[in-house]
Structures are given as structure tokens and as C-alpha cells.
């Protein structure tokens, strides 16, 4: 019985233990309508988007994601300056998730003293961006911390003005725990169950 009781109180473990995983953007793919990336069981597409002053996002065919040795950037037309940037427009690399994750940290290279990012996140999971900080500096490590506040499956990562340019080189993301390990939880608590109408029907006897 204590062995059975053991299993099942690790099975719950597994049933709530969040798995990390931290992608590296950086590489030579060049420009294309997006990247997909895999890492630990999670899969992530970076597409190309933008957005305006309101936090309204939008897309065009022209509009391409870019991977170079510093990381993902984007580009709207061949020769413009492959950073994520607020150039000629404010720049928005989107992450769509297979999965629901918590986002731990975000990454960047090229980074100057005025460079700051835009966050977006799909408040409503309806599918659609909100905006959440215009204006978030980037520390002089290049990596930012999240402390696991935003969970879910799209976030996107922006630029909002000339001042702001720089890359996106990885991210750290935990997954939000699959309920894969339920059936076997509850088929446990049916053998208790079984093994405790058997007691009382022994003693009965």
C-alpha cells in the first residue's frame, strides 16, 4: 500500500513539475516569412509583424523575419537594416507556442544605453496581441527576466520608435504542465479504491 501511495504522490509531481526549455534564435537562415523552433518538446514560430502607437498589430506579405549571428530581427522590404527596430515603423517579432508556457526571459544583442523593447501579450487568448509595456529597458546584460508572470501560448517582442534597435538571440520559456499523467492518477486511486472494498469485504467476512 505504501508503495502504491508513493507511486501515485510522484505521478501528481509529474502532473504539476514545469519543464524548461530556453531556445537559441542565432544562426545564418537568413530572411524568410518566419522561423520554427524546437527545443525540449516545445515548438515556437517567430513570425514578422508590426504595430502602431495605439498597440494595434498588423501584418504584410512584404514583412520578413530575419536570422543572422546576433539573433532573429526583421525586415519590410530587401535592403532595410535587419534589426527589430522602429525605423520605419515599429517592428513586432511574434512567438506562437504549441503549447501553453510560462516566458521566463528574453535575450537580445546589438544592444545600446537607449534600447528598450515592447511587450505584447494575448490577454484575451483570442489570438490578438495587446500591449502591454511600450517601454522596457533592456538590461546591460541583454538578457531580461520575466519572474514567470505571463503564461500562455503568443507573446511578441517589438520595437517602438527610431531609438529603439536590436536583436532577439534566445529565450527561456517553462511549459505549462500537460495533464499526460492523469489516467494513470486516476487508475491509481481506482486501485486504492479496489484494494479498500476488499479489505472491508475480507473483515465482513
Given at each position: 500500500?505504501?508503495?502504491?501511495?508513493?507511486?501515485?504522490?510522484?505521478?501528481?509531481?509529474?502532473?504539476?513539475?514545469?519543464?524548461?526549455?530556453?531556445?537559441?534564435?542565432?544562426?545564418?537562415?537568413?530572411r524568410a516569412t518566419?522561423?520554427?523552433?524546437?527545443?525540449?518538446?516545445?515548438?515556437?514560430?517567430?513570425?514578422?509583424?508590426?504595430?502602431?502607437?495605439?498597440?494595434?498589430?498588423?501584418?504584410?506579405?512584404?514583412?520578413?523575419?530575419?536570422?543572422?549571428?546576433?539573433?532573429?530581427?526583421?525586415?519590410?522590404?530587401?535592403?532595410?537594416n535587419h534589426q527589430?527596430?522602429?525605423?520605419?515603423?515599429?517592428?513586432?517579432?511574434?512567438?506562437?507556442?504549441?503549447?501553453?508556457?510560462?516566458?521566463?526571459?528574453?535575450?537580445?544583442?546589438?544592444?545600446?544605453?537607449?534600447?528598450?523593447?515592447?511587450?505584447?501579450?494575448?490577454?484575451?487568448?483570442?489570438?490578438?496581441?495587446?500591449?502591454?509595456?511600450?517601454?522596457?529597458?533592456?538590461?546591460?546584460?541583454?538578457?531580461?527576466?520575466?519572474?514567470?508572470?505571463?503564461?500562455?501560448?503568443?507573446?511578441?517582442?517589438?520595437?517602438?520608435?527610431?531609438?529603439?534597435?536590436?536583436?532577439?538571440?534566445?529565450?527561456?520559456?517553462?511549459?505549462?504542465?500537460?495533464?499526460?499523467?492523469?489516467?494513470?492518477?486516476?487508475?491509481?486511486?481506482?486501485v486504492i479504491g479496489?484494494?479498500?472494498?476488499?479489505?472491508?469485504?475480507?473483515?465482513?467476512?
Open positions: 500500500m505504501k508503495k502504491i501511495l508513493a507511486t501515485l504522490f510522484a505521478l501528481a509531481l509529474s502532473c504539476t513539475a514545469a519543464q524548461a526549455a530556453t531556445f537559441d534564435f542565432t544562426g545564418n537562415g537568413g518566419s522561423y520554427t523552433f524546437v527545443e525540449d518538446g516545445i515548438s515556437v514560430t517567430a513570425s514578422p509583424a508590426s504595430f502602431n502607437n495605439g498597440g494595434g498589430t498588423s501584418t504584410s506579405p512584404s514583412y520578413r523575419v530575419g536570422q543572422y549571428g546576433g539573433g532573429l530581427g526583421m525586415s519590410r522590404y530587401w535592403g532595410e527589430v527596430d522602429g525605423w520605419f515603423g515599429n517592428d513586432l517579432i511574434v512567438f506562437d507556442f504549441d503549447r501553453n508556457v510560462t516566458i521566463e526571459s528574453v535575450s537580445f544583442t546589438h544592444v545600446d544605453r537607449d534600447d528598450e523593447f515592447s511587450f505584447f501579450f494575448d490577454l484575451g487568448n483570442d489570438g490578438s496581441l495587446d500591449d502591454i509595456n511600450f517601454n522596457v529597458d533592456i538590461p546591460g546584460s541583454g538578457t531580461y527576466s520575466f519572474f514567470g508572470t505571463w503564461t500562455g501560448d503568443t507573446f511578441g517582442i517589438g520595437a517602438y520608435d527610431y531609438n529603439d534597435n536590436f536583436k532577439i538571440s534566445g529565450m527561456t520559456v517553462s511549459a505549462v504542465p500537460l495533464p499526460a499523467a492523469l489516467p494513470l492518477y486516476g487508475a491509481g486511486m481506482a479496489f484494494i479498500g472494498w476488499r479489505r472491508k469485504k475480507r473483515l465482513a467476512a
